[in-house]
């Protein structure tokens, strides 16, 4: 489905330019910490609206998991991180994901809003009042209690991605550190490992109904790339310090952007 056909080929220039550049900041944001979706997301829904909320998540998606792709192979290739917890986590998140995009019309979004800002302001609080979390890797659980705790992180965050999506990135990176015990740096990996799985997953559900914008979609897909790549690039160079440091201001303005959603749904 092309953009002329939904009656938006005649966006201009400067609308282009400016959702390229969304989804390059959103590509770097992603792959350090997660969270990309809250830059490039609001930015498709101002540039384009014409176009339905189905039609934005999937091309938010199809963008994302271009992005992605990048960054995994990125961090895959510069601090391996370890098959044994990665793959379950991966498998678990795409089928989390697949059952979360399923239902996600049946959930109404301001049931989300809410809960989404408690979790955020809880975890923000927790990795700023615990400076030593995620410095190193001291892992919480083994053999068969990590698999299962990784599996149910998979699934659990899998199914919000399907369903909702905003921070998906930023909930496997604290998962990780916080359930489990991984460092920033190794769970910024594995994060960016099963964000692929579950981006993935919401395409094999949006691509058959046609709800993807080609055209857009795939012009912001390289932006996302290139932001993917530097952003793994210098994850890696800075180590977890860095890594943390993004992750709390990321996560703080996600609280003022959910924050003010949900004021203003209050106040409505």
Sequence with gaps: MSLGELGLGDLGGTTVLLLALAA???????????GGGLVQLPALVIGLPGASPVQLLA???????????????TYY?????????????????????????FVAT???????????????????????LKPSVG????????????LWATGL????????????????????????VGLLGYNFLEASAKARLA???????????????????????????VLNVVGGYVGARVA????????????LVVVAAFVVRIGGDVVGLWGG
Excluded: Q
């Design 24 to 34: 390059l900041a959103a590509g770097f944001v992603d792959a350090v910490v997660g």
């Design 59 to 73: 091309t938010n998606k199809l963008s994302s998991f271009c992005g992605t792709t990048i960054s995994s192979a």
């Design 77 to 101: 290739r510069r601090v391996r991180p370890d098959p044994r917890t990665f793959l379950p986590l991966m498998a678990f998140a795409f089928a989390g994901s697949l059952g979360g995009a």
């Design 106 to 128: 049946l959930i109404p979004r301001s049931a989300f809003d809410p809960i989404v800002l408690v979790v955020l302001v809880v975890v923000g609080a927790y990795v700023l």
């Design 135 to 146: 410095d190193v890797t001291a892992l919480r659980f083994s053999g068969g209690r990590h």
């Design 153 to 176: 992180l998979g699934l659990a965050v899998g199914f919000y991605d399907g369903a909702m999506g905003p921070g998906t990135g930023s909930f496997f990176v604290f998962g990780l």
């Design 195 to 221: 964000n692929w799985a579950t981006n993935l997953a919401s395409l094999v559900v949006f691509v058959p109904m046609g709800a993807v914008l080609w055209e857009l979609g795939l012009l912001m897909a």
């Design 236 to 247: 890696v160079a800075r180590g977890a310090r860095f890594v943390r440091i993004f992750f």
